[in-house]
């Protein structure tokens, strides 16, 4: 019988999985409608919605699959993938959209409070067995019935 996961670390999965889902809505999206990105959103252009989609997609499958098969380095994988998800997102606000919006502040700060959030659930004691042992091992025997 497998160990039920912390609620915080269930969170976290969570987070990613919506995360993943929005960058695949935004690669099939920038295909599906080609012609009208191009012609109301000319910059950057659909073709740079579909890769930074499909780059950040195929990131948050890989973080979910090694979680899922139990690698020792998804501990490391996941704050680095974070924290560059964090630092892409503010490039692609500050350098590549046209005009920065009145949220911004709040932006910032649900940023922050997000890698916050990460960096405590990835590295707080309690869910350190999720991170550090192969997946074989995170199962619990039962004892031999005679």
Do not use: C
């Not at 969170?11 to 920038?30: K, N, Y």
């Not at 940023?111 to 869910?127: D, E, G, K, R, S």
């Amino acid at each position: 019988m497998r160990r039920k996961l912390p609620f915080q670390l269930t969170l976290l999965l969570l987070l990613i999985l919506l995360g993943t889902a929005w960058q695949a809505v935004r690669f099939v999206t920038s295909i599906a409608w080609y012609d009208t990105l191009e012609l109301y959103a000319p910059n950057p252009g659909p073709i740079y919605i579909g890769a930074t989609g499909v780059v950040w997609m195929l990131a948050g499958l890989f973080l979910l699959w090694s979680f899922w098969i139990g690698a020792r380095w998804n501990r490391a994988a996941i704050l680095i993938a974070s924290g560059l998800y964090a630092a892409w997102a503010w490039a692609d606000r500050l350098f590549v959209q046209t005009r920065m919006r009145a949220n911004w502040p709040f932006d910032l700060a649900a940023t922050i409070i997000l890698l916050a959030y990460t960096a405590a659930v990835v590295l707080h004691p309690h869910n350190r067995i999720y991170f550090e042992r192969e997946a074989y091992e995170r199962e619990s025997k039962s004892p031999p019935s005679e």
